[in-house]
Nanobody
């Protein structure tokens, strides 16, 4: 069993900061890529940022220059440092991982349960 657990969500003021964490646990053999997605009420889920095990990052245009994704390979954990938050960042943030399980061939996508981020005055 593989589980992705997000943490760090909460309430922030515009211009403030939050740091999200996502820890992958279970029978993990290797991780190919992990990332953050978000879904606001009435909107489609959208990509926020991704990072490969080799450190290659990708960001949505809306968060470039404000958000930073990082990975701790030893801990199978990714982070999303969110600075200069805007009300438009309000959403449920989901962790995603493409990984291979021990004793199983091929890779599989896994999703976390989501963590709420609210940006409001």
């Amino acid at each position: 069993q593989v589980q992705l657990v997000e943490s760090g969500g909460g309430l922030a003021q515009p211009g403030g900061s939050l740091r999200l964490s996502c820890a992958a646990s279970g029978s993990i053999f290797s991780i190919s890529v992990m990332g953050w997605y978000r879904q606001a009420p009435g909107k489609q889920r959208e990509l926020v940022a991704t990072i490969t095990r080799g450190g290659i990052t990708n960001y949505a245009d809306s968060v470039k220059g404000r958000f930073t994704i990082a990975m701790d390979n030893a801990k199978n954990t990714i982070y999303l440092q969110m600075n200069n938050l805007k009300p438009e960042d309000t959403a449920i943030y989901y962790c995603n991982g493409l990984l291979q399980r021990m004793m199983m061939a091929g890779t599989t996508n896994y999703w976390g349960q989501g963590t709420q981020v609210t940006v409001s005055s």
